[in-house]
């Protein structure tokens, strides 16, 4: 996907991918290959403030 701004503060990342994932993709694996994101590092970013990435619910909680 081309041009999309994603924020860097951990916290609007959150809200900006759990967004995302609740209203365009099935899964993480097809969010971060459609926005071409490094899934390893957004998983690490989000873990710097005790997120964690939820597959049953595809969100991170």
């Not at 809200?15 to 969010?31: C, G, H, P, Q, V």
């Amino acid at each position: 996907m081309a041009n999309i701004n994603i924020p860097n503060d951990p916290m609007m990342l959150l809200s900006f991918i759990n967004t995302k994932l609740r209203d365009e993709y099935a899964d993480l694996d097809s969010l971060c290959e459609d926005l071409e994101l490094n899934q390893s590092e957004l998983i690490r970013k989000l873990a710097s403030i005790e997120y964690a990435y939820d597959a049953s619910l595809n969100r991170f909680l």
